[in-house]
């Protein structure tokens, strides 16, 4: 059976971003999302994020699957609660806690 092609692998500290938008707003959160490699070069599980919203707020939460910790927030809308997230990330500091999953 014939291999199909494969799409050429991202050289060490690239990346890429289905979304350029999402990118532009939010690198950090992004590279965290999309990433797939370590500075070292050793492959790496991208973090997830779920969004839950009802009547008054957005919660979100981060996953970062390789070191088992989660990252959340809740804001007013999802526009202040990623922007919240990437603030943190650039230097904030984000307070990750152990993920029980």
């Known amino acids: 059976m014939k ?7 991202p ?13 532009m707003l939010y690198p950090e959160l992004a590279k965290g999302l999309c990433d797939t490699f370590w500075d070292d070069g050793k492959p790496r599980k991208c973090w ?3 969004i ?6 957005v919660l979100i939460v981060l996953n970062d699957p390789d070191s088992k910790l989660v990252a959340f927030t809740s804001a ?7 922007s919240a997230i990437e603030h943190a990330l650039q230097g904030d500091g984000v307070s990750w806690r152990k993920s029980k999953f």
């Open 3 to 9: 291999r199909p092609s494969q799409a050429t692998r």
């Open 11 to 23: 050289k060490r500290g690239e990346f890429t971003c289905p979304d350029t938008a999402f990118l």
């Open 48 to 50: 997830t994020i779920k």
């Open 52 to 57: 839950s919203m009802n009547d008054e707020s």
């Open 76 to 82: 007013e809308g999802l526009t202040e609660g990623l």
